[in-house]
């Protein structure tokens, strides 16, 4: 991923810009050296440049297109251990469960953020599927002491 | 594919959470429980110290149990534990290599091999009537010569041959109101006396054939004055009996062919003599005992026949039988008791003035009066006469004296035991030394070395039996401090002598032990029982500072309109805080759930008449208990008249003792059972101090069903009259077994259910919402455990998880039984294939754990089963979500798994109960099981899924944190090293 990124910042290892976009002598400081002319430079170099910007910008959108299916790879990936892990909580779905709820949050500093939501989806759906949502009566009741009695009763057959 | 590998995965999973047993490794018996054996309180003993070897006594006791016991040392050879019904009438040694018991009622004749105590042969002996029963075995001076065994039994005397069991003659009675007191058979001689009494007034001599048992004379005689009871063989035709009056002694003589009776006033013999007399039972010569109020007369006889008083002794007296020694020497050993001591001595029988021996043996603790005492010689090397004698204490411990000391003593009580509670040991002061420590540490280090070298395999194996020795001895388990995890506790046990005994959990040991003055018998008092044992105190918030305490009930007669007893004692130290009779019977002892400011528990106690009584009796409980006042109810069972009565409380006693402390009974509803269809044998109710965790439970798909959890209900099992007998009394068309599920409060029944053709006896344990109970199904022969749950149909709408989340619902509304909630229950039975003793649950601190039923069997064996077994909702295919929840497919019978045993490989003889005790750790549970024999461990019965093992090897843990940290170091090391490397190429 920071190999693409350096491709996309500059594709070379640097460069220095003597070009200047102001077309206004007197805004300049310094007045341009003697035998230079602006406009035509600029249209004596266009047919190279094209060139070059164009086969950047397919090397730039193949980058790009391996960049966004790599997630959606480990989100196939990711479904697949899924159905493996099968519906009940064991040590291996558990596992496997916040490995997916982890993955979108370490893959916050990187790139692919399109795709991020998705992830974060499935690793809710799979614990939902797994029961560990809250989302069901038992969840809420189970925790629930006995409720308290009003009335106190003792007894039994006479002491022998 | 993928589908078996799923399946594959779901499988290992589930064979993981699999149902858990209690099975253990060999080397883990004993880490965690310990086993006593006991015998009883010794009825007979017969010594057998004539021939070389191990020398040993033979004792039968009042549990039952004959037992061999080392003379040395005390220990138990061998034992047997006859059945509950199956008393013990008298114990002998025949030809020198047998013991002959008799026992119940004179109707089994056994004779055991001495040496390992295997029966070598049993005869039944009929009879028409019910009377006495004697065993006579007639001493020969040869060994091993086939002597008959007289036995008196079942109204007949039966005349058995010593080597097979045969009987070679029996002789019946013509009078079938004959009483027989005394069977005589003098040395070698071929007559045997029978000797009897006729009616109250008439006394009867029968001659015997020894050979044949022919009758060959018959004489009678009438006495006026009537017999009571005891008779005295003072010499070999001569009886003393009292008359009925018990003032008069008689003489009768009767082997010269007539009888003659020669009447002497006691009040002639004894100065001051008034009210009646006893005569104390032996068998000396020339000699008997005479017991009066004040003091223990003993009165000899001259060969005419003249009664003269030779000692007086005020003290309490025991004396044993006569014991001869040598040629015609016979001596007798008689007890007396000091303040804290006691005085044996050893007299000849016909010269009283001097003793062949006379000790005083100190007592370290208070063992109360001796109840019996035994006597035996040995020849010292310098061929003088010594004798030892065993002696039975009114605690019912047993000791040997030899040589003025106690060679050993065993506390036989504990086998009786009647009532158990438990206690908390002192909060750990603080101040350990630094030395301690130290040298701790060391210690901790090797032992962790050595458990290293166990669980890497490399421990040879004088290691390993030092790493188990480690476990069996380690101190840290039989500490006197309270420990984090509430395994190490006091057992509080009175037994039947009435004395209190505190045992540590950890090892078994007696901590101390406590002969309660309140049941020892006295003026007030005369013949004092315990009923049971309570908590009294219990201090959480003065911990430190204050004792716990437990109260001890009794009465003043086993009767049950005998005045009651109180004693409170001080379970850190042992002794009795305070004790006072009561002012009315006790029926009922309720332990209500108050305590007052100093964390005393109030009792509520009530009385034959129906009234209740507080305690204890202070204005600050009394005002406790009347905030409470109209919510307190009490129900009584009787089960003669099939009813059931629930009582409210009234303001006011009605009788003469009105006080502040006495409230009034009302009757508030009651259940009568048609006593010609019903008969009431079983309640059960759940334990007052059961915690329950939840209300709920789920179910497949996550589903809810709410437990219907009330301490006020009551399983009531009754059975038709006629099959209220054993099993097999009655034809499966005649009897049936009806349980009912019965709120207390209301009288609301909230459970009925019949089963044809079955019948008691009934074992029930009532725990959370469930009932389990163990009957027999005469139809199909076989017992059965059925399981009834109970749920609240009231709640079951509380379906909508938002108001849930929000609070809109009445789970934790306080809940009244006269909001009559409805229930509905679920019921299911199976087959179980022993019969059982006892019927108990685990019980945990916050009571998450599962539960697991202890059953106690017919093997005596305590056999831990699982509650899954018992669900009402196993089914023959239980869907997908059902097995998730671990519900189990539906068999017929339990299985009963050898691993699951909980005594292992031990037994507790006798088994009457199982208790249960919540250890602080919530995953574990303290099993105490009482019988003859004790037993204790501990269970975990979902293991312990909340703390390591003890055998835990921390040293290995720390030494692979360890070795982890220096393999991360070294490999980091090593790739900078390579980075370095690669960046100079």
């Known amino acids: ?160 | 594919m993928a589908m078996a590998i799923r399946s594959l995965l779901i499988f290992l999973c589930i064979q993981s959470i699999a149902v858990p047993t209690f099975s253990l490794y060999e080397d883990q018996a004993g880490l965690m429980d310990w086993h006593q054996k006991y015998i009883g309180k010794v009825k007979h003993a017969v010594f057998q110290t004539q021939k070389t070897g191990r020398k040993r006594v033979l004792v039968s006791t009042e549990e039952n149990v004959i037992a061999s016991l080392d003379l040395r040392h005390g220990e138990i050879f061998w034992r047997h534990v006859l059945g509950t019904d199956d008393a013990i009438d008298g114990i002998d040694i025949a030809m020198g290599k047998y013991l002959i018991t008799l026992s119940s009622e004179g109707s089994i004749l056994r004779a055991w091999n001495l040496p390992d105590g295997q029966m070598w042969w049993e005869s039944f002996l009929q009879g028409s009537s019910d009377s006495k029963s004697f065993l006579f075995v007639p001493t020969s001076s040869k060994v091993d010569k086939d002597n008959t065994i007289l036995v008196f039994g079942k109204g007949s005397l039966h005349a058995v041959s010593s080597i097979h069991g045969d009987i070679v003659w029996k002789v019946d009675f013509p009078d079938e109101s004959f009483e027989v007191q005394e069977v005589i058979q003098h040395h070698d001689s071929n007559i045997i006396y029978v000797v009897g009494f006729v009616g109250s007034s008439h006394f009867d001599v029968y001659q015997i054939n020894a050979k044949n048992g022919e009758l060959l004379k018959h004489d009678s005689a009438a006495f006026d004055g009537g017999f009571s009871g005891e008779v005295s063989l003072v010499s070999k035709a001569k009886l003393v009996v009292l008359d009925a009056a018990r003032s008069t002694l008689l003489t009768i003589s009767f082997q010269k062919g007539e009888i003659s009776f020669q009447k002497t006033y006691i009040s002639d013999l004894v100065k001051g003599f008034s009210g009646i007399a006893m005569i104390l039972p032996s068998k000396l010569t020339g000699l008997f005992a005479v017991k009066t109020i004040t003091a223990t007369t003993f009165i000899s006889m001259s060969s005419e026949g003249q009664l003269e008083v030779v000692d007086k002794i005020n003290h309490a007296t025991v004396i044993s039988d006569a014991l001869s020694f040598s040629e015609d020497r016979q001596a007798f050993a008689l007890v007396q008791h000091g303040d804290s001591d006691i005085h044996l001595n050893v007299k000849q029988n016909h010269d009283w003035s001097s003793d062949l021996l006379k000790e005083r043996i100190k007592l370290n603790q208070q063992r109360g009066f001796v109840h019996r005492v035994f006597m035996n010689n040995y020849v010292r090397t310098d061929k003088s006469h010594g004798f030892r004698a065993l002696i039975v204490m009114e605690d019912h411990s047993l000791l040997l004296l030899q040589q003025g000391e106690i060679v050993w003593s065993r506390e036989d009580g504990l086998a009786s035991i009647i009532g158990v509670t438990t206690s908390e040991l002192p909060v750990e002061k603080e101040g350990v030394s630094v030395a301690k420590v130290e040298q701790n540490l060391f210690e901790w280090l090797k032992e962790h070395m050595l458990k290293v070298k166990g669980a890497l395999m490399l421990a040879s194996a004088e290691d390993l039996a030092a790493i188990q020795g480690m476990g069996l001895r380690s101190s840290e388990k039989s500490k006197m401090t309270r420990d984090h995890n509430g395994f190490r506790k006091l057992l509080i046990v009175l037994t039947n002598s009435g004395k209190l005994f505190a045992l540590h959990t950890g090892d078994g040991r007696i901590v101390w032990s406590l002969l309660l003055n309140s049941l020892r018998q006295s003026e007030a008092c005369e013949n004092p029982t315990g009923i049971n044992v309570y908590q009294w105190q219990v201090p959480h918030h003065h911990a430190m500072d204050e004792n716990p305490s437990v109260l001890v009930v009794g009465r003043c007669k086993p009767s049950s309109d005998a005045l009651g007893i109180f004693s409170f004692v001080d379970t850190y130290t042992g002794k009795e805080l305070k004790s006072f009779g009561l002012d009315h019977s006790i029926a009922q002892v309720i332990q209500l759930p108050f305590t007052d400011s100093t964390e005393q528990h109030l009792h509520l106690l009530i009385d034959t008449s129906g009234q209740a009584h507080l305690y204890p009796r202070t204005p600050e409980a009394v005002s406790i208990f009347q905030l409470e006042f109209s919510n307190i109810y009490w129900y009584s069972v009787e089960a003669d008249n099939g009813v059931i009565k629930g009582h409210g409380l009234k303001s006011n006693c009605d009788g003469e003792v009105a006080n502040n402390y006495c409230f009034g009974a009302r009757e508030v509803w009651s259940i009568v059972f048609p006593l010609e269809t019903e008969k009431i044998i079983t309640t059960i109710t759940r334990k007052s101090n059961e915690v329950v965790h939840t209300q709920a439970k789920v179910v497949a798909d996550q589903d809810v069903m709410y437990k219907y959890i009330s301490k006020n209900l009551l399983f009531v099992a009754t059975v038709s009259p006629k099959a209220s007998g054993d099993i097999g009394s009655a034809t499966p068309e005649e009897s049936h077994l009806v349980v009912y599920v019965v709120d207390t409060v209301t009288g609301r029944i909230l459970h009925r259910m019949n089963h044809h053709g079955s019948q008691g006896p009934v074992h029930a344990v009532f725990s959370e919402n469930w009932i389990v109970y163990h009957h027999f199904n005469l139809r199909a022969h076989r017992y059965e455990m059925t399981v009834i749950e109970i749920y609240d149909q009231s709640r079951a709408d509380n379906k909508d998880v938002w108001k849930i989340v929000l609070g809109k619902h009445n789970l934790t509304s306080p809940m009244s039984s006269y909001s009559r909630p409805g229930v509905t229950t679920k019921s299911q039975s199976y087959y179980f294939t022993q019969s059982v003793k006892a019927i108990s649950v685990t019980s945990t601190a916050k009571g998450i754990t599962s539960k697991h039923l202890l059953i106690g069997t017919i093997g005596d064996q305590v056999l831990a089963m699982d509650k899954r077994f018992f669900d009402p909702r196993r089914s023959v295919n239980p869907t997908q979500s059902e097995k998730e929840e671990g519900i189990l497919p539906l068999t017929d019978s339990l299985p009963i798994i050898p691993q699951s045993y909980v005594t292992h490989a031990l037994k507790v003889e006798g088994l009457r109960g199982i208790v249960t005790v919540p250890a602080k750790l919530e995953s574990a549970t303290l099993v105490f099981t009482h019988g003859v024999d004790l037993f204790f461990t501990r269970l975990a019965p979902s293991r312990t899924y909340d703390s390591l093992t003890e055998d835990f090897s921390y040293a290995l843990l720390l030494i692979t944190i360890v070795a982890l940290l220096v393999a991360i170091f070294v490999t980091w090391v090593l790739s900078e090293k390579k980075d370095l490397s690669d960046k100079w190429r």
């Open chain 1, 1 to 160: 991923m920071d190999k693409g990124k350096a491709v996309m910042g500059s594709g070379r290892r640097w460069a220095v810009d003597f070009t200047d976009n102001s077309t206004t002598p007197s805004s300049r400081d310094i007045p341009d050296p003697p035998g230079f002319y602006r406009a035509s430079q600029e249209q004596d170099d266009s047919a190279v440049t094209k060139q070059k910007k164009d086969a950047e910008a397919n090397w730039k959108s193949q980058k790009a297109w391996e960049v966004a299916q790599a997630p959606f790879k480990n989100l196939l990936m990711m479904g697949f251990m899924m159905w493996m892990a099968g519906n009940t909580v064991h040590l291996f779905s558990i596992g496997i469960t916040f490995s997916a709820l982890w993955q979108p949050i370490g893959a916050l500093q990187g790139v692919g953020k399109v795709f991020e939501p998705y992830k974060d989806t499935l690793g809710i759906w799979k614990l939902n599927t797994l029961g560990l949502l809250p989302t069901h009566v038992s969840d809420w009741v189970s925790s629930l002491p006995p409720a308290k009695e009003v009335e106190y009763s003792g007894g039994g057959m006479p002491l022998r």
